[in-house]
Nanobody, 122 residues
Framework: QAQLVESGGGLVQAGGSLTLSCAAS????????MGWFRQAPGKEREFVAR????????YYADSVKGRFTISKDSAKNTVYLQINNVKPEDTAAYYC???????????????WGQGTQVTVSS
């Protein structure tokens, strides 16, 4: 199980862009899928995007498709989430997580970072 640390959050104007990073302290096995989730105040944690480490295959929630891009740098053991054309509803704590299952359920992810806050101003 990888130890994950997110970074890159902050305050951004609506319409702007932001790139979040998730660094893993250990080797990420080829069977792993790395996901991004977000949680707004008073709401449940929701799936945003995931990437299969071995192939780079990606999958996105409909709510972010076309604006968010998940990518990885295998040499750096890092996964990224680029957020373009940010909207106020994107305001949330963003978490990276790892799983061996092809799932979008938070319960299926066994390793989690502590999150990084993204706040979008209008």
């Amino acid at each position: 199980q990888a130890q994950l640390v997110e970074s890159g959050g902050g305050l951004v104007q609506a319409g702007g862009s932001l790139t979040l990073s998730c660094a893993a302290s250990g080797r990420i096995f080829s069977s792993k899928l790395m996901g991004w989730f977000r949680q707004a105040p008073g709401k449940e944690r929701e799936f945003v995007a995931r990437i299969r480490w071995s192939t780079g295959a990606t999958y996105y929630a409909d709510s972010v498709k076309g604006r968010f891009t998940i990518s990885k740098d295998s040499a750096k053991n890092t996964v990224y989430l680029q957020i373009n054309n940010v909207k106020p509803e994107d305001t949330a704590a963003y978490y990276c997580a790892a799983t061996t299952q092809a799932s979008i359920s938070p319960a299926s992810y066994t390793s989690w970072g502590q999150g990084t806050q993204v706040t979008v101003s209008s």
